[in-house]
């Protein structure tokens, strides 16, 4: 792929045609826009507010803090940051054992349903729309069986999206999602919402940070509450969110 040089008064940039593709299909990727149906997840925290525990922002902050940091994060972090090194080793053996793991490690059927449904819409759009024949070839193999952070990982790995800039915008998509339901459900204005957003700048470093240093055979999770309130929801009388 070709690259071009702008040189300035004040010194030398290099900018790449391959960097801006990378960066236009990360946008893209993890853009409210993108079909995957993640507005319709709120990963337990409809019951959560129904039960009164999340009644504010600071409350909304502390749940997604806990998700990125002692539950889904703690793991799906991790498992995107394999998926992507064994897509760029070119490593199919290490990926499907990575598409396994990432299956089992799901604590409730609506988590299950959420990841696994989020990630069989991702990789049919992405496999449609943005076509790479590795990636085409893992869906055919997984038909219906990746979870979100795993097809995302291949995706970017395949796509030249760095791991840093990949892990980084899929779990800040996480969260930001987990924000709009709590705006819709608690409810709360707009700005209390973007407030959120940017009190979680720290928690999501610090998971990608984690996901990063990460071995698989050391990850866990520690969140039964946020469980608890997913299986709650499975029964919850009125529901907005499937999760």
């Known amino acids: 792929m070709r690259t071009s040089t702008i040189t300035t008064a004040t010194g030398t940039t290099i900018t790449t045609m391959a960097e801006d593709v990378a960066l236009y299909r990360l946008l893209a990727w993890t853009s409210p826009a993108y079909p995957v149906g993640a507005y319709t997840y709120s990963h337990g925290l409809e019951a959560a507010v129904e039960e009164g525990t999340v009644r504010g922002r600071t409350d909304l902050v502390a749940y997604v803090e806990a998700a990125l940091g002692r539950g889904a994060g703690a793991v799906d972090g991790p498992l995107l940051a394999a998926a992507w090194r064994a897509a760029t080793a070119g490593n199919q053996a290490a990926l499907d054992d990575v598409v396994e793991l990432a ?35 893992l869906v055919a193999r997984h038909p219906r069986g990746l979870m979100h952070p795993v097809a995302f990982g291949a995706a970017a790995a395949w796509g030249g999206v760095t791991l840093r800039s990949a892990l980084f915008a899929w779990l800040s998509a996480f969260a930001a999602n987990l924000v709009s339901a709590g705006v819709r459900l608690v409810p709360l204005g707009q700005t209390d919402g973007q407030t959120a957003t940017a009190a979680l700048l720290p928690a999501v470093r610090g998971a990608t940070e984690a996901a990063l240093a990460a071995d698989l055979d050391d990850i866990g999770t520690a969140s039964p509450v946020l469980d608890l309130f997913s299986m ?3 029964t919850q009388y009125t529901r907005l969110f499937r999760s």
């Not at 696994?116 to 990636?135: D, H, L, M, Y």
């Open 103 to 137: 299956a089992a490690w799901r604590g409730t059927a609506e988590t299950a349903l959420e990841s696994g449904a989020q990630g069989t819409a991702f990789s049919n759009v992405t496999a449609a729309a943005w076509a790479e024949p590795r990636f085409a070839a």
């Open 232 to 234: 709650r929801h499975e």
